[in-house]
């Protein structure tokens, strides 16, 4: 039987803690999903931003202070947040603020790195006092509870924690790679590098940093200080800050597992359109890896208030259908077919039109007889008629962006329905629709 949300133990220290979520990021390996909006802004699994896991991790944690630093397109990140997040009420210290990059220090000072987009904004993090400051990424998909760090990070007396998972070598070269002894204190860390060095008695495996940080205010406030006149300095916290105090100061690894299944827990860099589209058709399996069902641990977000998806036809020949398969509010799939595919909001389907494997983004129209397969569609698009994706690689390179793994990203751009910012009307397209297209979100 699921635990209530009652049963759930909320650690005090979680009052004390405030957040930063540093979203200012393009996520250029998404390619052309980022051409118009930030990674954290991407939509994933049906109807959420990648930044919803981030804050709803928050809020589920008992973390109700959260900052939001913004730099790169962040007008439909801004929009998404002030939407559905502004329901924290300042009477009782409790928000979700905006921090876009804002010139605050000079007038040629944008965010330079992880650590000065913290530092650019220390007078306004002073204005809310804290004991800690809890730092993390905008553009992971996972499920954490910050209480049991924060309380690891105070119990080992810590000037910081690193919250870390276990990687293959190869996969450790994007990663922070940490060395600790044997009570998990950081001895080593090397930011990305090419040789990562393998953990004790686990040649093939190195321990990954996960951008998940916990400081200890003041600590945090006169390391940041430090850096921001330290010359050569890249005032980043994995190629600066962590090398600069593991030698001087107590900094400690903290492991992410699920420790009622004694594994490591799910957490996944959705940084290329390869790890985008495996993660969102995980979701579609039988029992995939995250429980996007778990009632006690909810993802919040804002979304448009919606009908429910809606099937038709039941010709032998056009049938509305949808096997193994997620179908978002406001979807019609009209005498179409789909199979291991996820549809966000407002998609529509036409007749006799299949879809495999696909994950298809909000305000899709998919013409009649098309063929799709193993694709990403971007929000948007309007596919005309027998348009056939994923059958004939070479043929998809010439016009849409394939990857290695052979997943096809499609979008408005390269359907030529967006030209120098607007859009071309083709006959799929209603005025209706053509004003959804320009909306950035």
């Known amino acids: 039987m699921d635990a209530s949300p009652q049963s759930r133990y909320v650690s005090r220290l979680t009052q004390k803690t405030l957040a930063l979520i540093l979203a200012g990021g393009r996520g250029s390996r998404l390619k052309q999903l980022t051409d118009w909006r930030a990674k954290p802004a991407v939509p994933f699994g049906g109807k959420f931003r990648i930044i919803d896991f981030p804050l709803s991790n928050c809020m589920n944690s008992g973390v109700r202070r959260i900052g939001v630093l913004t730099q790169y397109k962040a007008h439909s990140l801004i929009e998404h947040i002030q939407k559905g997040w502004g329901f924290l009420r300042g009477e009782f210290c409790e928000f979700v603020e905006l921090m876009p990059a804002q010139q605050r220090l000079d007038e040629h000072s944008w965010y330079e790195g992880t650590a000065d987009a913290v530092y650019q904004n220390l007078d306004i993090l002073r204005s809310h006092p804290s004991e800690y400051v809890l730092i993390l990424a905008g553009d992971h998909i996972y499920k954490m509870d910050y209480g049991p760090m924060i309380a690891y990070h105070v119990e080992n007396q810590a000037d910081m924690t690193v919250s870390c998972i276990e990687v293959d070598l190869e996969t450790a070269?994007?990663?922070?790679?940490?060395?600790?002894?044997?009570?998990?204190?950081?001895?080593?860390?090397?930011?990305?590098p090419d040789n990562p060095k393998p953990m004790p008695n686990k040649?093939?495996?190195?321990l990954a940093s996960m951008g998940i940080y916990v400081f200890n205010t003041q600590f945090?406030?006169?390391?940041?200080?430090?850096?921001?006149v330290t010359p050569n300095s890249t005032h980043d916290f994995g190629k600066d800050i962590i090398?600069?105090?593991?030698?001087?100061?107590?900094?400690?690894?903290?492991?992410?597992?699920?420790?009622?299944?004694?594994?490591?827990?799910?957490?996944?860099?959705?940084?290329t359109v390869d790890a985008f589209w495996s993660a969102n058709i995980d979701l579609v399996s039988l029992t995939p890896d995250l429980n996007m069902y778990d009632k006690e641990w909810p993802i919040w977000?804002?979304?448009?208030?919606?009908?429910?998806?809606?099937?038709?036809?039941?010709?032998?020949?056009?049938?509305?259908?949808?096997?193994?398969?997620?179908?978002?509010?406001?979807?019609?799939?009209?005498?179409?077919?789909?199979?291991?595919?996820?549809?966000?909001?407002?998609?529509?389907?036409?007749?006799?039109?299949?879809?495999?494997?696909?994950?298809?983004?909000?305000?899709?129209d998919i013409g009649r007889h098309c063929r799709i397969k193993k694709a990403v569609i971007d929000k948007g698009c309007m596919i005309p008629p027998h348009t056939v994706i994923g059958e004939d690689i070479e043929e998809d390179r010439r016009r849409y962006f394939v990857t290695d793994d052979g997943v096809v990203?499609?979008?408005?751009?390269?359907?030529?329905?967006?030209?120098?910012?607007?859009?071309?009307?083709?006959?799929?397209?209603?005025?209706?629709?053509?004003?959804?297209?320009?909306?950035?979100?």
């Not at 593991?246 to 420790?259: C, G, H, Q, S």
Request: aromatic fraction near 10%.
């Open 173 to 192: 070269k994007g990663f922070g790679v940490m060395g600790t002894d044997e009570n998990l204190q950081v001895t080593e860390f090397a930011e990305k």
């Open 203 to 206: 040649p093939n495996t190195a």
């Open 220 to 228: 945090l406030y006169e390391q940041l200080c430090k850096d921001s």
């Open 243 to 271: 090398p600069n105090i593991i030698d001087k100061y107590r900094v400690f690894a903290y492991p992410f597992r699920d420790e009622s299944k004694n594994q490591q827990a799910y957490w996944r860099d959705v940084g």
């Open 301 to 364: 977000t804002y979304q448009e208030q919606l009908p429910p998806a809606k099937f038709l036809f039941d010709d032998e020949d056009r049938r509305g259908m949808a096997v193994d398969s997620m179908v978002s509010g406001g979807c019609l799939i009209s005498g179409a077919s789909l199979k291991r595919s996820l549809l966000f909001s407002n998609v529509k389907v036409n007749s006799y039109a299949q879809l495999e494997e696909c994950v298809v983004l909000p305000n899709v």
């Open 409 to 441: 990203l499609v979008t408005p751009d390269m359907l030529h329905q967006r030209i120098h910012g607007s859009f071309l009307q083709s006959e799929l397209m209603t005025t209706e629709q053509i004003a959804i297209m320009q909306s950035p979100n």
